[in-house]
């Protein structure tokens, strides 16, 4: 190809989750609802778990900082979401379109370890409760955190270098709704054998580790729920641990699907739908999964709305 009639990108054109008008406005309030739900109802446990001394516990440190992941991951994507639907044409520049995509990075994979942290701390509680103080010390738990956003960083740092040495030639649109990886890589003009080694490896690290721990350690709860003598504290227990299995399989199920595949199989739009999983309706989960069914927190909400009507 001739130098001179390539002309580089600068910016991108979003295409969104659908061309169809008819659905755009139904999609925008849609959209726009599980936004604000997934905002009140993450900054509420923020404000809950912080003003609350009895959930300061390594089981509510973990979910604190779920918390603030889902508070600020869907707003790296949703808002320009929003606009594409009421927008003829929804534009990104090339800086914001790999802006984006390092946070969604950052923030995707740290939620794959704290969920992990989650698991191997409910793991210590249920099956080890005389060593649960020791193995989850509040330094453990502080390390916890700090490695899984220091892993998640390295891969962001990782997968955004490789988009970034990357040349887009022409073509500009996104059939996505946002910056996603592959939908990305479809629109360079040089090679992204090195950018879909490193999606595949990097990926299929933060993928299969983190479930396969988390599924061994519901694997070993579920069998210490079945020693319990009474039914209803077995049914209690079991009722609990099946929703979040139920949250994290379609976090880490609809994740897989995108990423641990090769880019030229499954269709975009099937790509595009299960990234509405992991990217809006499991932000929205949690805060309900994680919390309405636990008796510490509907107790902590009653004590802090007392002191404010009291005040």
């Known amino acids: 190809m001739a130098t001179g009639n390539i002309s580089f990108v600068t910016e991108f054109i979003l295409v969104g989750l659908t061309e169809h008008p008819d659905l755009q406005l139904l999609l925008f309030f849609l959209f726009l609802a599980t936004y604000v739900f997934t905002i009140l109802g993450n900054l509420g446990l923020i404000i809950l778990i912080g003003l609350n001394s009895h959930l300061h516990t390594p089981m509510y440190f973990f979910l604190f900082n779920l ?42 994979i740290s939620e794959c370890y704290v969920l992990t942290s989650m698991a191997y701390d409910r793991y210590v509680a249920i099956c080890n409760p005389l060593l649960y103080n020791i193995a989850m010390s509040p330094k453990v738990c502080v390390n916890l955190i700090l490695g899984s956003y220091l892993m998640a960083f390295s891969c962001a740092m990782a997968h955004t270098g490789c988009m970034l040495r990357l040349t887009f030639c022409d073509v500009n649109i996104i059939n996505h709704f946002f ?107 949690n805060p309900l999964v994680y919390s309405l069914r636990n008796k510490d927190v509907i107790l902590a909400l009653r004590k802090t709305l007392r002191r404010l009507f009291r005040s």
């Open 67 to 108: 918390s603030c992941l889902d508070f600020c991951y869907p707003s790296v994507f949703t808002p320009k979401m929003l606009i594409n639907f009421i927008s003829k044409k929804s534009i990104i520049s090339y800086w914001g379109c790999m802006t984006q995509f390092f946070f969604f990075c950052i923030l995707a």
């Open 179 to 285: 910056c996603d990886i592959l939908p990305v890589l479809q629109l360079s003009c040089t090679s992204t054998y090195v950018n879909e080694l490193v999606v595949f490896v990097v990926s299929g690290i933060n993928l299969i580790v983190p479930s396969l721990t988390i599924f061994l350690s519901y694997g070993f709860i579920l069998c210490s729920i079945f020693h319990i003598d009474s039914i209803e504290g077995r049914l209690k227990a079991f009722r609990t641990c099946s929703s979040h299995i139920i949250a994290v399989s379609v976090f880490f199920g609809s994740l897989s699907f995108m990423y641990l595949q090769p880019s030229s199989i499954g269709s975009v739009n099937g790509g595009k739908i299960s990234s509405v999983f992991y990217t809006n309706v499991v932000p929205m989960m």
